[in-house]
């Protein structure tokens, strides 16, 4: 039996419903996440770094029009304090490109995330849990997806698919990448459910889908955090090397159609006076990447109490 069962149960029995053991056991769980992110001071950063860029992609694109205003009279100019990265080469603010396409890169990635996670875990954790003729049936598809080559096919998509609303992306993209987080939760299930509290749960005669969402997930938390990382910076990565590439049509504004643009149109990589339009979504691509690596570091221990230093 759960930890949230038997603090509900105790609840109930003194006197408080339910709702209030469960009300303090979210009480306890934010205090104690406060607590973590202020052991390190890094972990706060990266959480401010995270939430900045939600800010950004939700609110940014609301402060500027639809069409970015353009001066041509500067054009590929140096960063100054009216336009901190410079300006492209149709003389429009690097920064307000950098906000406004951040929407697109960052949705896409959520969108990927999720259901790469949810897949991936779900198949992963019901194959491991059940073995038998689940696990075979399931294994197989898994092994099936993993042979589909994922560039290929994002080819051939995007002849006749435009890709111009993130969530198109980035449901392509999480369903081109649920296989190795099936895998890989498999096999640490494999492993949990010879443990001890597993063998108990089965013993009272708990359904499948309790053991699984109430003993296993919650063990597992840490594991799928990481893989939550590995697919939201995979996700960013993968979208914008392919509109950087070239592979997509440039019908949404965003990071990967920067680098493309300030490579290939401008002459970064040999004209100084592009190098801010180029190396503006990079920073921007490196940053959340070392906000998402800092926040998952203080998730790892929040869902393992085993690792929390008293």
Known sequence: MTAQTITAAG???????PGTGRAALRRNFWRGVWRVLRRKPSRMLGAVIVAGFALMGVFGPMFYPDHLPRDTAALYAPPSWEHPFGTDFEGTDVLALLITGSRYVLLTALVTAVITVVLGAAIGLFAGF??????????????????IPGLPLLLVLSTVWKFTSAIEMGLVLGLLGWGGVARAVRSQTLSLRERGFIEAARGLGLSTTHIIGRELLPSMAPFIAMNMLISVTGAVYAQVGLF?????????NNWGVMLNLAVFGGGAMSSPAALPYLMAPLLAILLLTLGIVLVVDAMDEIFNPRLREE
């Open 11 to 17: 609840g109930a029995a003194g006197g408080a419903g």
């Open 130 to 147: 059940r073995r038998g003729r689940w696990d075979t049936v399931l294994m197989r598809i898994t092994d099936m997806k993993l042979t």
């Open 244 to 252: 950087f590439l070239g592979v997509l049509p440039f019908d949404a």
